[in-house]
């Protein structure tokens, strides 16, 4: 049974940091695909940051040089830092994974496993 369980979400300023983390239990973590995906009130989930199986990273246009996604495979913990955070990067923010997603679309929201996901707001 795979769960993803994330946490640090919360409210800051703008200009403010935050740290995600996602837990992942059940999956094999340090060969599978792994994500940050956020969704904006009203909006669809967008991909924000994600590492394919081999370890590539892919970002949004609109979070790159601020947001770093990292990963612990001892701890089988995935990170996002979040740095001169905006107010339009307030949302709620979801973990993901899959065993694999197809080259070219590692920012979209198709993978299998989510968690139940955590507010970020900024103001």
């Known amino acids: 049974h795979v769960q993803l369980v994330e946490s640090g979400g919360g409210s800051v300023q703008a200009g403010g940091s935050l740290r995600l983390s996602c837990v992942v239990s059940g999956y094999t973590f340090s060969s599978i695909c792994m994500g940050w995906f956020r969704q904006h009130p009203g909006k669809e989930r967008e991909g924000v940051a994600t590492f394919d199986s081999d370890g590539t990273t892919s970002y949004a246009d609109s979070v790159k040089g601020r947001f770093t996604i990292s990963r612990d495979n001892s701890k089988n913990t995935l990170y996002l830092e979040m740095n001169s955070l905006k107010p339009e990067d307030t949302g709620t923010y979801f973990c993901?994974?899959?065993?694999?997603?197809?080259?070219?679309?590692?920012?979209?929201?198709?993978?299998?496993?989510w968690g139940q996901g955590t507010q970020v707001t900024v103001s």
């Open positions: 993901a994974a899959d065993s694999a997603v197809v080259p070219g679309e590692e920012l979209q929201p198709d993978f299998s496993y």
